[in-house]
């Protein structure tokens, strides 16, 4: 009861703490431009550490962690699809989109593939905008639902009342201050989510080397002592088995290639050339140390617990932190992996309300120029709307239905913009009319591989990502491009 009392006074407090940065930061927004990109003024090592606890949410403490605990030595697999997914976004792609962003004046991420495109502008603007609001509307929904889950779980709060309060934490600055706001609230915790994952396994080492009585007392003496599947790479899988196991796990990479926009989005609200060197560095050393750590308290909680120690294997790290740390301590751990997932929720809710304001909403209302006041509420009311009804939605939807949805996400949003943006740097010949059914073609087989179950055989992660590949090209030869289309 004292470190659930501890935990509950330090999530309070830390919460209240995101709230004051975010509405702190808010203040400066005084544009759409600054509200859907932050003004393109972000600072290097915010944009980074921004971009990272998006991108990694809750799935760095506690998903890999998990995984790691249940799978052994062969999570590594994961992650290293999604760490050289990573370095490859920030070290290929990050200055590139930055600078392609800058010179079309580009405010969002539909924004910017329209506007490159001018040849299908309108388009792309509609297909690429509805379909990812969709996608994102559920998503943020999901976030909701998994906020209200945690909270039962830490304090025994209603799930209902929980995603209430999600809700109720993330609006409020969400609203107020747009990206700009989510990006220093993100930053805050990917310092707690980088402490977390450089000093628990630090402090792990030692207290299982130092202590009788857990399973085994050093990582690799507890792998081995736990058998084949924990201690092979492939998890004690042979043949085509082993086969379709790594590349679901590696297939993550793909995803990562400029294609999810609430990552993308990072890139193109950076400061300056400079800056970007500068993010760059910053987002790569933070993938490569988190990974690590994430594995290692994983691997941890097994030298601590034993294999089969936990009914759930995503409690490993609350469980390690709260062996390892005095309450007040592991409270701080734990508050950051439960408040993880809020920089996902929050960052998708602002793409996908800014997305829906200025590519739909905006040229539907305003036939011609509209001064930044005017545009700036405009992005406000979209995104507490937006917010509201996937609240309602996480309310009245089945939870399953929602997940199932988000599910499609990685291999039907990122994928297929991956392809998108990978072909639109790197390939003259791709032209806008070749964007909509690049979109429709990625977006239809994602449904038809997955629904099938065909998933099971090879990951949707991959397959889309070539069938996309594969339409795009076609599409950019079969249908004959504007001739004064810009290269």
Not at 203 to 231: C, E, R
Request: charged share 15%; glycine share 8%.
């Amino acid at each position: 009861m004292e470190a659930q009392t501890q935990i509950l006074f330090v999530l309070v407090v830390y919460l209240l703490f995101l709230i004051s940065v975010g509405i702190y930061q808010g203040r400066k927004t005084k544009s759409s431009k600054d509200f859907s990109i932050a003004g393109r003024q972000l600072p290097g090592w915010v944009a980074a550490l921004s971009e990272r606890a998006t991108g990694e949410s809750a799935w760095a403490l506690l998903g890999l962690p998990g995984f790691a605990f249940a799978a052994g030595l062969a999570a590594i697999w994961p992650a290293i699809g999604c760490v050289l997914g990573i370095v490859v976004a920030w070290v290929v792609f990050a200055r590139r989109l930055r600078n392609e962003a800058e010179k079309y004046d580009a405010v969002t991420f539909v924004d910017y593939i329209a506007k490159r495109h001018p040849d299908a502008e309108k388009w792309i603007r509609i297909f690429g905008s509805i379909t990812i609001v969709f996608f994102f509307f559920f998503y943020v929904g999901a976030q909701y639902l998994g906020g209200g889950k945690t909270l039962n779980t830490l304090f025994g709060i209603d799930p209902k009342i929980g995603m209430l309060i999600t809700a109720l934490i993330i609006l409020p600055y969400t609203v107020v201050g747009g990206l700009g706001s989510v990006a220093y609230t993100d930053t805050v915790q990917a310092i707690i989510m980088i402490a977390t994952l450089i000093v628990a396994p630090i402090v792990g080492v030692a207290y299982i080397a130092s202590h009788p009585d857990v399973f085994a007392h050093s990582v690799t003496q507890a792998l081995k002592m736990a058998g084949p599947k924990y201690s092979t790479l492939l998890g004690g899988l042979v043949g085509t088995s082993a086969i379709v196991f790594v590349i679901a796990e590696f297939s993550w990479f793909f995803g990562y290639l400029g294609g999810m926009p609430q990552l993308s989005i990072r890139f193109m609200a950076i400061k300056d050339d400079e800056q970007a060197k500068l993010a760059r560095n910053v987002g790569v050393a933070w993938t490569i140390i988190a990974y690590i750590g994430a594995l290692l308290i994983g691997w941890i909680g097994i030298a601590i617990f034993g294999p089969e120690g936990l009914s759930d294997p995503e409690q490993v790290m609350p469980s390690v932190m709260l062996t390892l740390f005095p309450p007040a301590v592991a409270a701080l751990f734990i508050t950051g992996a439960v408040a993880a997932m809020l920089s996902t929720a929050d960052s998708l809710l602002v793409l996908a309300s800014t997305e829906l304001s200025e590519n739909i909403i905006k040229p539907f209302i305003y036939k011609g120029d509209v001064d930044a006041k005017r545009s700036l509420v405009l992005s406000r009311i979209t995104t507490a709307t937006l917010g509201l009804i996937a609240l309602v939605a996480a309310f009245v939807v089945p939870s399953n239905l929602i997940y199932t949805i988000v599910g499609y996400t990685w291999a039907g949003i990122g994928d297929t913009f991956s392809v998108i943006v990978i072909l639109t740097l790197f390939w003259k010949k791709f032209h806008g009319k070749a964007v909509p059914p690049t979109i429709i073609a990625g977006l239809l087989f994602t449904i038809f591989w997955i629904s099938s179950g065909l998933d099971a055989k090879v990951s949707a992660r991959l397959m889309t990502f070539i069938v996309t590949a594969i339409a795009a090209v076609i599409a950019t030869y079969a249908i004959k491009p504007e001739e004064n289309k810009e290269s």
